[in-house]
Each structure stands twice: as C-alpha cells, then as structure tokens.
C-alpha cells in the first residue's frame, strides 16, 4: 500500500498519457443502457491509501493498535487514549511491519500482550504457512521487533497472554517435529524464551487459562487421523511432567473446542457439536464434567463468543442465519455490554457519525475494567468503528464509512432456494447498482468446502469491484459447507464433483429465474475447492459458462494427499469426502473426480492465477491444467507469483491479479474496465 505524499508526481503524469490508462465502456446491452455509479480503480479495492482498520483496545483502555498503510506497503499504528475517552492529539506512532501473514484475517494478525505496552505480529515472508512471531514495543520512538521464531520451515503460533502485565506469552511451534507443536514461553523483557511443554505427537491442540497458564490439551488416542480424541486438564501444571485429567471424550468426527478455561472457577467454555447437529456454546463443570448449554440456534452453528478481557463466562454470541445478528446472554455483563452497545450507537446517531442504515452492531475490544470499548458496526456502506468511554459517555469514531460509499456500493443480499433434490440452500446476491435488466452473472465458489460465506457490510472488497464492473454477484453455500450443521456438510461427502456441483449450478438457474441473471453471459470464479469447483462447472458446462477464473485450484485430488503438509492432521475429513488415496479403487475413483481426468471438456476461455510456494494446493495442478489446455489449443492464461503461496498477501500481487481479472471479465462478460491503474509503476 502507499499514501498519497510518496506518489511521484513523475509516475503520475506518466499515467495519464499512458493509452492503456483509457478505461473501457461496458458493451453488454442491460449495462449499456443503465445509469451506472463512478467507475472505481482497482487500486481502492486492493490497495486502499485512506484504509484505518481493526482498532484493537490495550487491556488496560489507554492505548490503540490498528492496521493502516506505511509507505508502500501495511503497517501497524498506535495512540493513546486520553483521560476522558478521546484520542489523544500526540501523533501516531508508526509501525513498518511489512506485509502481514494473513491478510484477510483481520482478527489474528496482530494483538496485545497483556502488559499494554507490547504487541505482536505474525510473518510469512514466502507464503509457505511457516507463520513467525513478532513482538515489540509500542511506546520505543524506534521500531525494533523481536522476531521470537526466526527458525526455518516452522510454523509458530500464539496460544495465550501471560500473566497481567506481564510481556510474557505462550506459544505453540512445531520446530522440533513439523507433524506436531510444543509450548513455549516468550519474555520480551529478556528476549528468552523456553519450552513449557512437549508433545507426545498425538496432542493436536494446548489450552491457555485466564491466568496465562498452560492447563489443558487435546490429545488423539491413536496415531491415525480420526481416532477418538479427549480433551485434557493438567490437575498441577507446576509439575513437571503435568498430570493429565480426562474431562471429555470426543468422536473423530465431532467437533469440541475450547473458548476459555477459568481455572478458579473450575469452568470451561467451548463449542460443541457432540450429541446435536449444530455447533452450540457450552459450559463444563471441571470438577464432575457436567455441562450446561448457554447458547444454540435452531438453522446454524454458533458464531463468534464474547467474553470479558481475561475473566467471566461468555456474555453474547452471533450467528449469521442470513443476516448477522448478535445475542446477549442473560448474565450481568451480558446486560451490561448490550446496555453499552446501544448507549453508544444512540450517541453515535445523534453526533451523525453512524450510518443511518445500520444492520448490526457489537463490541470488539474491552478493557479489563469494561469502562472502554471498541464498538463495530455494519452497514451496507462500510465497516464503522467507535470507542467509547462509558464514563465519560464520549464516543469517538475511529472508522466509518467512505463518503462514496452510497453512491457506487451494493448491498448484499441474502436468499435461499430449495434444491432440484429438496435440501434447502442459502447464499448471498449482489446487484450491480442501476441495472434494473439481467445483468452479466459471476459466481464466486467459495473454498474449504469446510467454510461458509457470510454476509458482509458494504466495503471496497473485490466482490464489490465485480458488482462496480456491472456484474451481478451471488456466493452460495453448497451441500458441505460449513455453518449449517453436521448433516448439511455430510450430505456433500463423496459428491464433490457431482451434486454439490449441481447445487452451484442451481443457484446460477435461481438468478437466472429472478430476472438477475443473463443466461448467455455467465462466469465463474473461485479460489482452492472453489478453483476446483470452477474447473468443474466449466467441464459439465450447465449453463454455457462463458469463461471462468481458477485462483489456485485443486485439479489432482491424489496428488493433494500425496502431498500432505505435516502440520495437517485432519486427513480424515479429507477422505470422508474424496476416498481413501491409499486404496487403488478410491483412487481411481478419486481421479476421475479431479479435473485433470476430463480437462479435454473446458471450452471456454480461462484465466488461471496460483502462489509457486503454495503448500495446500501444489502449483504442479495449475501447471498441468494450463499445459494440457495449451496443447488442446483452448484460450488460457496463466499468472504465476513466486512470492506468494495459497493467500495473496501482497497488494501489488493483489493488484496484478484482479488487473486481470477485470479485462478477463470485460472481453468475456462485457462489462466494464478501468483500464491501467498507475500504482501498477508503484516500486517494489
């Protein structure tokens, strides 16, 4: 990313004359005919100079951290907060991290320590998944991290705060056996760091307490993926080796997973799926294993759970039915933070800092004293972010929406229909703003299939950029999705290449029949199983597809087992659905699941784009697919970047990409392109 000061001016004017700089007008006759909004460059939807985001609250309320351009490329930023709740007027301090490991991860690539002052950041230089650890300190005038696991090929990982005040965390990295992690302990004060624990090679997860004490484990009873796991308590972790208590014993294939342990009050939070359908919030007795259900939802799993800063059971939980919505539990806090939530949007309201269209709204970060919270709003024109001082009642916006926003966004929509086979489905639809005739169609296929899309506030994403070109948009959650419950992801297993194509397809027919659709002009786009699943749609061609896009995508389901990443202990899942590679029928069988066996059938035009050190999905599957295309003589192009792996993490390469995507998109489906985007000459 850059900001605006360090655009040569040379660069600029060079820009301007350059003829590639000419946008294009849309030639599909329904975009041809209606009044769209401004044409945004692409640079605003990957590169966004203006972008201040994810402002995390230090625990004890006097500090911010949040993401924002440095330079030409992220950073991180600091301030504090002043003693009646507004920003301080100081100048921020300025952190040049460099790219950051998971950028679409907004709640996991960065964070405080416990003691306020320190934070940490994660690192990936290649995209290979070999996360490090950064940590430093806020308030030093010189940036000077600490790079806590400088060790090749590993892969290191938070686990929890130490102690209060303390700028001691514990980690998990699989350093000494890649197939497994141990637990370490990090001191930013002397920049030592030690082994607390070590892994037996069937522990497939650590627990942290509020204390920032190693308490529990998840342990696999046998080495093969799927045997029956249990859920471990240290009874005296001072010991060493720790004593090990079994309070849950859980199946292969359920899901249980620790939210948060209160070692004092001998009370353990998690999700569960275990004996229900959909994942609920649960809380267990560590004394007698009783448990006791907090929070479930009829049609999807539990979303995210809400607690105080470092003690006290969950106080609210979301869920995204179709729309998100959040539900306070019936607890003091619970009343308290939905009491706050609404204090501070009333205020937000009358200061006109808010957007008037506001779907849903909830606390982020807390101060340990709950005098101090970041609320995060969404609405179909963009994220906003508010602190408040319940104090004071003084609410500062941190973030809000775009000005333009209203003007060349669309609101995402969700629908649902009933499958050719009965199973409901759900998904999301964007309209292309002024269209008002069936517009050119691009189905973006989700990845996983184990994730689910979600609505989502109205912002400068890529799926707005499509829905800017004139695209409608719809994003669907197919059979084997996650979110739904077991038995909506079981009845994608071993259909893969058939009925959950079919589901994809179906939703194309819905758009289709509700006028928002061109049958003749459709696209399909997607990213891993959604690559996968793109090279699918355009073998079976249901609706005469007329070009597709595969951002790395599965084309060889053996070769993905072949070659597992160590660190992956879920093989299971992955059989559960695709078949046992290690038997010579399933393998076949897989094999004439996986593209590659039918690629003769791809008629149309594809643009192919794929990370050369991506561990998941080999860059050998797009290699072949471009190969064999070429050979056939079908139109295919082919984007490769050296430095990136499964995520595209850098914005240039980001800009390269949907640069691309957006001309792909313009000759095949008619609509319109911005042209070259000057940030293109931007140095590297």
């Known amino acids: 990313m850059s900001v605006r000061q360090n655009i040569p001016t040379l660069l600029v004017a060079l820009a301007t004359v350059l003829l590639s700089a000419c946008a294009t007008a849309p030639n599909h006759p329904s975009l041809q005919s209606a009044t769209l909004p401004e044409l945004v460059p692409v640079r605003r939807f990957v590169a966004d100079i203006d972008y201040r985001g994810n402002f995390l609250l230090s625990p004890d309320g006097q500090r911010l951290i949040w993401s924002q351009p440095f330079g030409f490329d992220v950073g991180l930023a600091a301030r504090n907060v002043d003693r009646a709740g507004d920003i301080s007027t100081t100048p921020d301090q300025r952190f040049a991290t460099g790219h950051l490991a998971r950028p679409m991860d907004e709640m996991g690539n960065f964070g405080w320590l416990a003691d306020s002052r320190h934070a940490y950041f994660y690192k990936d230089d290649s995209g290979a998944e070999n996360t490090q650890i950064a940590i430093f300190d806020t308030r030093s005038v010189d940036f000077e991290p600490w790079l806590v696991t400088p060790w090749p090929d590993t892969r290191s990982f938070l686990l929890g705060a130490g102690a209060a005040d303390s700028s001691r965390v514990l980690f998990a990295s699989n350093r000494r056996d890649r197939s497994t992690f141990d637990v370490y302990e990090a001191d930013f004060a002397t920049r030592k760091i030690r082994e607390i624990a070590r892994s037996d090679g069937n522990v497939l997860s650590w627990m942290v307490d509020t204390d920032g004490r190693l308490i529990g484990r998840i342990r696999q009873l046998g080495r093969e993926d799927g045997a029956d796991r249990v859920a471990e308590i240290a009874i005296d972790s001072s010991e060493s080796p720790a004593t090990w208590r079994t309070i849950k014993k859980v199946g292969g294939f359920d899901w249980w997973h620790a939210l948060r342990v209160e070692r004092a009050q001998h009370r353990l939070y998690a999700f569960s799926n275990i004996d229900r359908d959909k994942a609920a919030v649960i809380e267990v007795n560590l004394d007698d294993g009783s448990e006791r259900v907090l929070f479930e939802h009829p049609r999807v799993d539990a979303g995210l759970t809400l607690f105080s800063r470092r003690h006290g059971e969950p106080f609210a939980v979301t869920s995204t039915p179709d729309y998100p919505r959040i539900d306070y539990l019936d607890n003091a806090v619970g009343k308290e933070m939905r009491d706050a ?332 392109s911005a042209g070259f985007d000057y940030y293109q000459l931007m140095p590297r």
């Open 341 to 672: 939530v609404e204090q501070a949007l009333m205020l937000a309201r009358k200061q006109g800092v808010i957007p008037a269209d506001l779907v849903w709204a909830r606390p982020g970060t807390i101060s340990e004293n709950r005098q101090r919270l970041i609320i995060k709003g969404f609405s179909a024109t963009g994220n906003s972010e508010l602190l408040f001082d319940r104090r004071t009642d003084t609410v500062t916006p941190l973030r809000t929406p775009s000005a333009d926003a209203s003007h060349v966004l669309a609101p995402m929509q969700p629908f649902s229909f009933r499958a050719s086979d009965g199973l409901d489905i759900a998904g999301y639809v964007l309209r292309p703003k002024g269209v008002t005739e069936p517009a050119p169609l691009v189905i973006n296929i989700h990845g996983g299939p184990w994730t689910r899309d979600y609505w989502s506030a109205g912002g400068f994403s890529t799926m707005q950029l499509l829905a800017n070109r004139g695209y409608a948009v719809i994003e669907v959650n197919y059979r084997g999705s996650a979110g739904y419950g077991r038995k909506f992801m079981a009845a994608g297993a071993r259909v893969t290449a058939t009925r959950l194509q079919q589901d994809v397809a179906e939703a194309a027919q819905w758009a289709i029949d509700q006028r928002i659709a061109d049958p003749k002009h459709i696209a399909v786009i997607g990213g891993s199983f959604g690559g996968f699943s793109t090279l699918m749609q355009l073998i079976d061609n249901p609706h005469q597809y007329a070009c597709g896009v595969d951002l790395v995508g599965v084309a060889n389901w053996p070769r993905i087992f072949d070659t597992w990443p160590s660190f992956w202990r879920n093989r299971h899942y992955f059989e559960w659905f695709y078949g046992n590679a290690r038997d010579p029928v399933q393998r076949e069988e897989m094999w004439h699941g996986s593209p590659l066996s039918r690629i003769d059938r791809i008629t149309e035009p594809l643009l192919v784009i794929h990370g050369a050190n991506d561990v998941r999905v080999l860059k050998q599957d797009s290699d072949e697919v471009v190969a064999e295309l070429r050979k056939l003589g079908r139109p295919v192009d082919y984007l490769v970047f050296d430095n990136e792996g499964h995520q595209m993490r850098r914005w240039r390469n980001r800009l390269a990409a949907w640069r691309a995507i957006e001309d792909f998109l313009a000759d095949c489906l008619g609509g319109r």
